[in-house]
């Protein structure tokens, strides 16, 4: 029942409300800083990133949020990697979509290695960011120590 307090908090709340859409914003603000003559492509990348990352975040991400909650892990390194692998899948997804469009299924079948690194730099840029966001809003290092019996059980032990 602790867990389920803590996915409803609301600071965890905000985070998978903001952290999801936090490659987008930054991609949005360096595009509107930048002096572009075309703000509406930062809009239409932010547009276009929340499609992708919420659907990612809601069915993999509180998943994997109830896990870290219930077994107590709440290291910054621990939701960073995580982040990595979600923006991998999220930014694989995404250059699959955009090349098979452009090339066609044996444009891709052709650039599948290139596929792949761009797939891990990508998930590298943007998923370590709405790791670190939703950990830096979330803060589940604060967390009271775990939720399960394991703590019962170890002091039963001594």
Excluded at 2 to 15: E, G, N, S, Y
Excluded at 121 to 137: A, H, K, R, Y
Aim: include cysteine.
């Amino acid at each position: 029942m602790r867990i389920m307090r803590k996915l409803f908090a609301p600071r965890t709340v905000l985070a998978f409300l903001i952290a999801p859409i936090s490659p987008g914003l930054l991609i949005y603000l360096l595009w509107v800083f930048s002096g572009s003559n075309f703000p509406s492509q930062g809009t239409f990348f932010l547009k276009f990133s929340s499609i992708f990352a919420y659907p990612v975040a809601i069915i993999v991400g509180i998943p994997l949020y109830l896990l870290f909650a219930w077994r107590g892990w709440s290291n910054l390194i621990a939701y960073i990697i995580c982040g990595v692998l979600l923006g991998s899948i999220t930014f694989s997804i995404f250059i699959s979509m955009t090349n098979f469009s452009a090339h066609g299924v044996s444009g891709m079948a052709g650039r599948l290695n290139d596929l792949i690194i761009e797939s891990l730099f990508g998930g590298l840029i943007f998923g370590s960011l709405p790791g670190l966001v939703f950990w830096l809003i979330a803060r589940p290092d604060q967390w009271p120590i775990r939720a399960s019996g394991y703590n019962k059980i170890t002091q039963d032990s001594k």
